[in-house]
């Protein structure tokens, strides 16, 4: 049966849909079944994984709310087998709104994954950079979180608030969650800052902290323009590499 796991952390620009993007593509290429929720209204891991908007008839907002059944969501990504999207688009946006008064509005994501997950090794979910009801749902659903994390000098900003919302959830809705890890992304190595921030949160957290840490990387950033993973748009480059790793590291535990 597959493990869930959500990449979050409310604040935006810290390489979250970065990750999902690349850790579910070179978990596939080590041979593991995976598929990827989009569960941020942007899209962006969608289109990252080259998910046209044009070719999207369903997506994840027409599984909550209930009008299509997984099957009919689920999309294969091209170039790399064993690698499956439930994409999503701004519609999702909608559905707080709508779901807000409907009962166990937090358990609707756990019920749609519960009837897939033996289909899968792993099941990623890209939370939004915001603490709502759709990063609730992906929370409730997940056996782990790994929270991506900034090398700057805001890095601790709302990891405080996102820790609380965790254990909350952890308390009422999801006994089982843990925090599986951070990962450091858009490390420098030419500043002494990055190196700091690592040290500086390494004193704070008592989390486990991954080894592999994502460095700044030109590469990384054109990938998803290309709407490609690391691991096919540059599998030599530094980004690839250290995603590949963390890869590893997911496996292994």
Known sequence: MGRVISISNQKGGVGKTTTAINLSSCIAEMGKKVLVIDSDPQGNTSSGLGILKNN???????????????????????????????????????????????????????????????????IIIDCPPALNLLTINALVASNSVIVPLQCEYYALEGLTQLMYTIDIVKKKLNPELVVEGVVFTMFDSRTNLSAQVVEEVKKYLDKDIYKSIIPRNVRLSEAPSHGLPINLYDAKSKGAEAYKLLAEEVIEK
Do not use: C, H, W
Request: glycine share 8%; hydrophobic share 40%.
């Open 56 to 122: 999207i008839n369903d997506t994840l907002y027409d599984l909550m709310s209930g009008e299509k059944n997984a099957e009919d969501v689920i999309m294969d990504v091209d170039g790399i087998d064993g690698l499956s999207i439930i994409p999503t688009d701004i519609n999702l946006s909608g559905a707080e709104i709508e779901l807000i008064n409907v009962d166990g509005r937090e358990f609707i994501l756990k019920n749609i994954i519960k009837k897939i997950k033996e289909n899968y090794d792993f």
